[in-house]
């Protein structure tokens, strides 16, 4: 099996894109923590190859990435770039942070929507830009898993070349569920 990597910045479907990729059999690694174990072992760390070999999706990657490290390495990789619209993300990211200053604890808790939007911006333009400056537009699909899940399902199923879901597409970590968790905080 090919390995797929979902390269979408975070609050736009990653999660649900690697339940969704679980679904069709790929064994998923999930975590921004092993996802940069897994970007250590593209730039050479000895310690963190295994996690490349052991699983054939990764999702929830750093935004510094080395894209054209990954493409070298895994030249028949496939790539998902999670997105959504600009202004539901922000609201999904608020919400986000909301919730860790509430419920979690995490340490996200500051709130820049300018700089969220710059960083955004600029990490959806360098894919696509390194995508199409390398030639590999075919490796690469950008999807919005939040507007249409069941569509984008069979969009990302098609892109695999691995037979979709009759379930749907799931959608996990949302906004609605978080404020409810809020809610019960308070």
Not at 15 to 20: E, I
Not at 68 to 74: A, G, R, S, V
Not at 93 to 99: F, G, K, Q, T
């Amino acid at each position: 099996m090919r390995k797929v990597f979902g390269i979408g910045i975070n609050k736009t479907g990653t999660k649900s894109l690697s339940q969704f990729a679980k679904s069709l059999g790929f064994k998923v690694l999930h975590d921004r923590p092993d996802a940069k174990r897994i970007r250590d072992a593209v730039n050479g760390s000895k310690k963190s190859i295994p996690y490349v070999s052991e699983y054939d999706a990764f999702f929830d990657f750093p935004e510094d990435v080395d894209l054209e490290k990954f493409l070298e390495l895994f030249p028949d990789a496939r790539f998902i770039m999670t997105t959504r619209d600009t202004e539901k993300w922000i609201t999904s990211r608020i919400i986000h942070v909301l919730h860790n200053r509430t419920v979690t604890n995490k340490s996200w808790k500051e709130i820049d929507t300018q700089a969220w939007r710059r960083q955004k911006n600029e990490h959806e333009n360098k894919v696509r830009e390194t995508f199409k400056r390398l030639g590999k537009l075919d490796q690469l699909l950008v999807v919005d898993v939040c507007s249409n899940p069941d569509q984008a399902g069979q969009k990302i199923a098609d892109f695999l070349e691995v037979p979709g879901r009759e379930n749907g597409f799931p959608r996990l970590n949302t906004g609605e569920r978080k404020l409810e968790q809020i809610r019960e905080k308070l």
